[in-house]
């Protein structure tokens, strides 16, 4: 992982090039058309965010044909794509499998396997939450072997291969999976978010191949990395959902005057307003940390997701509300946005969890 080099005005452009973009391929018609069909990708708009733009690259090193950007630069587009709830799988791919193929610090994967991620040629996802409270195994079979199951695996069904945090007899490891390997199975889920599919995947003795050595520090850096990346997308939606809200309220009429001049609204697009610009401070500060610090970058993604979880929601339903009957129908944007809200606010731990390792990694616990 690099550290952040561009100004705050360059990273202003790139935002106002990536908008512009996505505005044209990325609009809730389309939207709801990709989330209407069975493949879960907006394919037009990922090729042009990974070769045009080089979002799928931004976290990868300049010599595996990445932008050799940090995690401020990748905020940007988290946040600009959340905006549009644009069907990419640049959390899964673009930001969780990079990052977790860079922290195992294998120089062999980073030469096979960057590359691909960076030109957006090839879509990775990683599995780690333990499905039916059993937990994922590797053995050593003459050649690594996977078996248990992972749920909640992001945009598992157009992964081509799949990074898996599996235990070992001596600790945990990262492991590569072809997405279509025997014994792999992958089961659809119903998820709140429909713009971003989850799978059940299954491992019965699947192949695998061993990504560097011990993991598990790098398992809890791969988890605060998360939890900014989501963080940010959870900005991206509440400043759109912020705009939309104060829009309506100018120019819907009720007795006479829009419903913005009453008291009861103004404050409640206010308090959108003050959650918004704390959420954007939390994102900056957290996206600048610098990855190399292991207490700062943990502290930094704890504070951001505690918050961000918290506010975010509440940005979304206070949107509705704003706007009535119509903010309920399926008809109107808002709840596109509150699936995807709902559903970060959970990932990497909601605010309540995120508290608590707070506590505990400040000492401040019983």
């Given at each position: 992982?690099?550290?952040?080099?561009?100004?705050?005005?360059?990273?202003?452009?790139?935002?106002?090039?990536?908008?512009?973009?996505?505005?044209?391929?990325?609009?809730?018609?389309?939207?709801?058309?990709?989330?209407?069909?069975?493949?879960?990708?907006?394919?037009?708009?990922?090729?042009?965010?990974?070769?045009?733009?080089?979002?799928?690259?931004?976290?990868?090193?300049?010599?595996?044909?990445?932008?050799?950007?940090?995690?401020?630069?990748?905020?940007?587009?988290?946040?600009?794509?959340?905006?549009?709830?644009?069907?990419?799988?640049?959390?899964?791919?673009?930001?969780?499998?990079?990052?977790?193929?860079?922290?195992?610090?294998?120089?062999?994967?980073?030469?096979?396997?960057?590359?691909?991620?960076?030109?957006?040629?090839?879509?990775?996802?990683?599995?780690?939450?333990?499905?039916?409270?059993?937990?994922?195994?590797?053995?050593?079979?003459?050649?690594?072997?996977?078996?248990?199951?992972?749920?909640?695996?992001?945009?598992?069904?157009?992964?081509?291969?799949?990074?898996?945090?599996?235990?070992?007899?001596?600790?945990?490891?990262?492991?590569?999976?072809?997405?279509?390997?025997?014994?792999?199975?992958?089961?659809?889920?119903?998820?709140?978010?429909?713009?971003?599919?989850?799978?059940?995947?299954?491992?019965?003795?699947?192949?695998?191949t061993r990504i560097g050595s011990e993991f598990s520090e790098s398992l809890n850096a791969l988890n605060a990395f998360g939890r900014i990346a989501v963080s940010a997308e959870?900005?991206?939606?509440?400043?759109?959902?912020?705009?939309?809200?104060?829009?309506?309220?100018?120019?819907?009429?009720?007795?006479?005057?829009?419903?913005?001049?009453?008291?009861?609204?103004?404050?409640?697009?206010?308090?959108?307003?003050?959650?918004?610009?704390?959420?954007r401070a939390a994102v900056g500060s957290a996206a600048l940390v610098d990855p190399t610090d292991s207490v700062g970058l943990h502290e930094q993604a704890l504070v951001v997701?505690?918050?961000?979880?918290?506010?975010?929601?509440?940005?979304?339903?206070?949107?509705?509300?704003?706007?009535?009957?119509?903010?309920?129908?399926?008809?109107?944007?808002a709840h596109l946005y509150l699936r995807r809200v709902k559903t970060d606010e959970i990932l990497f731990g909601d605010a309540l969890t995120c508290r608590y390792q707070l506590?505990?990694?400040?000492?401040?616990?019983?």
């Open positions: 992982m690099n550290t952040s080099t561009t100004t705050a005005a360059e990273r202003a452009d790139f935002r106002a090039s990536l908008r512009d973009f996505l505005s044209d391929t990325s609009p809730e018609s389309r939207v709801r058309e990709v989330i209407a069909s069975e493949s879960g990708l907006d394919e037009a708009t990922w090729r042009g965010l990974a070769s045009d733009l080089g979002v799928a690259g931004l976290l990868i090193p300049e010599e595996f044909g990445g932008q050799g950007m940090g995690m401020a630069e990748m905020a940007v587009a988290l946040e600009e794509a959340a905006r549009a709830i644009a069907v990419v799988p640049l959390l899964a791919s673009g930001v969780l499998a990079t990052i977790a193929i860079q922290l195992a610090d294998d120089a062999s994967a980073n030469a096979d396997l960057l590359p691909g991620l960076a030109n957006g040629s090839e879509i990775m996802t990683v599995a780690l939450l333990d499905g039916g409270g059993v937990t994922t195994t590797a053995r050593d079979e003459n050649g690594w072997s996977v078996y248990g199951s992972k749920t909640a695996v992001l945009n598992a069904n157009i992964a081509q291969r799949i990074l898996v945090v599996a235990s070992t007899p001596t600790g945990t490891g990262l492991f590569l999976v072809d997405a279509k390997a025997s014994g792999l199975v992958i089961t659809p889920q119903n998820s709140l978010d429909l713009t971003r599919p989850t799978a059940l995947v299954t491992f019965e003795g699947v192949a695998a959870l900005l991206g939606m509440s400043e759109k959902l912020m705009e939309v809200a104060v829009e309506y309220a100018k120019t819907r009429v009720q007795f006479g005057k829009p419903i913005g001049a009453f008291q009861a609204i103004k404050h409640r697009c206010s308090e959108m307003f003050a959650h918004v610009e704390s959420m997701k505690a918050y961000c979880a918290r506010f975010a929601p509440w940005v979304a339903e206070a949107t509705i509300q704003v706007h009535g009957g119509i903010g309920f129908t399926w008809e109107h944007c506590q505990q990694l400040l000492g401040l616990t019983a």
